[in-house]
């Protein structure tokens, strides 16, 4: 689905990415993790093709990522912080907007909005405001309901379950389960490790420009030996020195 | 149950006024139906200034009859947009009623909407302002009027109900009488009168052929609204530039209009800064040039989806067209009254339009800029799109000078076309550039 060949972005004369490689197999949930400013985010909009390369090659569904097809990008499906709602429209009519873009039939994405609004909202009176009176947590519900109203074969997400109550959370995962199967993969950057654990099969982790590592979820926590946020700690190198020399506390 | 329908017609008006848009509309509207009676009065009255003149009255006569067919003609196209909703879902405790009570209150109720209040402000303006043949105006307009509404009704109830086989027949047979009595008999004077109640009474004849409810209730699930619109009108940041943009030409012009009727001279000498202030450059200094700065989410749905530009200018354009008809019918219901040159006003302002429009497109791919505040500090577009425009302004009001300069037009299309070109060419390799501008934080 998607392969990275030695990627790098450097913005000015700042270097982002160094030297990425991956690679996005069907059926697979590709979880990529990080510190906060580690390039997650740019990396994800490098694949989407909204940021320039600076060297290396990406493809997707074996093409090369800038030279998709109207058809191609109608089997991605995206949810980027809230960067695509449109807020001065309600949440039925963003739907409909993406729905239509993605030439969804009229009648299958009725009944699509219909449903993903029924699991994923209380108040379906919702779906008549403005995006922009949402909530937080009510953006980041729209964005993924838009990112799979088509069913696309690859789904990119970045930080889905960050700003969500672990209800949603949940519910939002459990969607996923049920979205994966063979012709699909999904891409995901987040924070959330309790619920990266629950989907992911494969861990990215990203730090200092470089992704440090690249393997199974298994391999990962040593076959489920040791919890997921410890792996992590063990790669990412927490600041913990620093913490000593604070006296005042 | 008349009064009670027009009470709750009446409520629920008054009810749609405390929207500020709809308050915006209706006060737009009842002064746009006023002005025009008054322009179609004021220009019958100039046609039968002189009495001897044949040709004069020939024209006039001509005049009403053309307002009279227009009445008619749009009161019949309504029939493609349903407004249909029960009365018994209102009126309950009326119920049961004889049918006929039943018809003449639906019929009655028609007429208490508000297309048919701001057309009666038209005809009524006119009725006032007109010298000659007042009454004879008002009666044919308002028969016309009626008429058509019932010949709409008529042809409706052979879409909306199911009808016994005699209703049909009965339906189609008075519609063709209808139109062939139009076609054949010249004295329409009388037909004028006669051909309403004609239609009142089979239209009471096809109510009592309904053998089935309403196949479907035709009154719209608002759901999905004009998207375009809302874009415009939820985005604060477009809203205020363009109100005060708009309010300001309003007043400019106005004052304009009030020194050439009392003063006979032109504000501003009627110079450059006069002709800036007709032209539509105004949207697209405030906004248009830098269309995705203001709508930077919708271009990411594009860029996503690899839209290409083609696709994605009929899109910019609905979104341009409700503040161009704005900018069109603020600009021409004041200037053609302060400016006589009705062919150099139409060519400066729509090739000034073609030329801003395409240029928009260029503004807004190459020199975009984000839009944090409602009124930005630094301007809200391009300095070099708002100085192109000038330009393009300051250039086409050459041709007041001298008729040789409307030789601009073609170069002034032929460089719009340029322009639209070059954005179509540059897009996809400055949608990178337009992503980290857009987006920077």
Redesign the interface.
């Known amino acids: 689905m998607i392969k990275i060949n030695h990627l790098s972005k450097i913005f000015g004369k700042t270097k982002v990415l160094d030297d990425i490689n991956l690679e996005l197999k069907p059926n697979e949930v590709y979880c990529l993790l990080g510190k906060n400013g580690a390039g997650k985010t740019t990396l994800i909009s490098l694949i989407l093709d909204l940021v320039e390369l600076t060297e290396g090659e990406i493809s997707i569904f074996d093409k090369a990522h800038d030279s998709l097809s109207a058809e191609d990008k109608n089997r991605i499906g995206v949810a980027i912080e809230n960067l695509a709602l449109i807020e001065e429209i309600s949440g039925y009519d963003y739907l409909t907007f993406v729905g239509k873009m993605y030439k969804v039939p009229k009648a299958i994405l009725e009944q699509r909005i219909a449903d993903l609004f029924r699991y994923f909202f209380e108040n379906e009176s919702d779906i008549d405001k403005n995006i922009g009176k949402y909530s937080t947590g009510m953006k980041k519900k729209i964005a993924f309901c838009a990112a799979v109203i088509h069913t696309p074969d690859l789904l990119v997400l970045d930080e889905p379950f960050s700003g969500l109550d672990p209800l949603v959370a949940n519910q939002m995962v459990l969607f996923l389960k049920k979205y994966q199967n063979e012709q699909r993969s999904i891409f995901i950057s987040s924070h959330d490790l309790g619920y990266v654990q629950k989907i992911a099969t494969q861990i990215g982790v990203l730090d200092e420009t470089k992704l440090v590592y690249n393997s199974s979820l298994q391999n990962f926590t040593e076959e489920g030996e040791q919890a997921l946020d410890a792996a992590l700690l063990k790669i990412l190198h927490p600041n913990e020195a620093e913490l000593d020399k604070i006296d005042w506390i | 149950m008349i009064a009670s329908l027009f009470w709750i017609n009446l409520k629920r008006f008054f009810k749609s006024l405390k929207k500020p848009l709809e308050l915006l509309g209706q006060i737009l509207l009842f002064f746009v139906a006023g002005f025009y009676g008054f322009f179609a009065g004021y220009i019958l009255n100039e046609f039968e200034s002189s009495k001897t003149d044949k040709l004069a009255n020939s024209q006039a006569n001509y005049f009403i009859v053309l307002i009279i067919s227009f009445v008619a003609l749009i009161t019949l196209l309504r029939m493609f947009r349903p407004t249909y909703i029960p009365q018994r879902r209102f009126l309950l405790k009326y119920y049961p009623i004889s049918l006929f009570t039943r018809y003449v209150a639906t019929v009655l109720t028609d007429f208490q909407k508000s297309y048919f209040f701001y057309l009666s402000i038209f005809l009524l303006t006119a009725f006032v302002v007109m010298k000659n043949d007042k009454f004879y105006f008002l009666a044919s307009a308002f028969g016309a009027l009626i008429g058509a509404h019932l010949l709409r009704r008529l042809i409706q109830y052979l879409i909306d109900f199911k009808l016994k086989s005699a209703g049909i027949l009965a339906s189609i047979s008075s519609i063709l009488i209808i139109f062939l009595l139009f076609w054949f008999i010249e004295n329409h004077d009388i037909l004028l009168v006669l051909a309403p109640i004609f239609l009142f009474f089979a239209g009471f004849f096809a109510d009592t052929q309904i053998i089935e409810n309403r196949r479907q209730e035709v009154v719209r699930k608002k759901?999905?609204?004009n998207?375009y619109w809302?874009?415009l009108?939820?985005?604060k940041k477009i809203r205020t530039p363009l109100i005060v943009g708009f309010a300001l030409k309003l007043i400019i012009l106005s004052v304009d209009l009030v020194m050439v009727k009392l003063e006979g001279k032109q504000l501003f000498d009627g110079k450059f800064i006069y002709w800036l202030l007709v032209s539509p450059t105004i949207i697209f200094t405030y906004v248009f040039n830098n269309t995705w700065g203001f709508?930077?989410?919708?271009w990411?749905?594009f860029?996503?989806?690899?839209?290409?530009f083609n696709k994605i200018v009929p899109i910019i354009f609905r979104a341009l067209l409700l503040p161009i008809l704005a900018d069109i019918i603020i600009t021409f219901s004041i200037v053609p009254f302060a400016w006589s040159d009705y062919v150099f006003l139409f060519s400066f302002y729509f090739t000034n339009l073609l030329f801003l429009i395409a240029f928009s497109f260029l503004w807004s791919v190459i020199l975009p800029k984000p839009i944090n505040q409602v009124i930005p500090k630094k301007g809200s577009t391009t300095p070099w799109g708002a100085f192109a425009s000038f330009i393009a302004v300051g250039v086409l009001s050459l041709m007041t000078m001298s008729d040789w300069f409307y030789f601009l037009i073609p170069l002034f299309l032929i460089l719009a076309v340029i322009a639209f070109k070059v954005a179509h060419d540059i897009y996809s390799e400055k949608?990178?550039k337009l992503?980290?501008t857009l987006?920077k934080e």
Do not use: C, D, G, H
């Open positions: 759901k999905q609204t998207i809302k874009m009108w939820n985005n709508w930077r989410s919708l990411v749905n860029a996503l989806q690899s839209t290409p949608k990178y992503f980290e987006f």
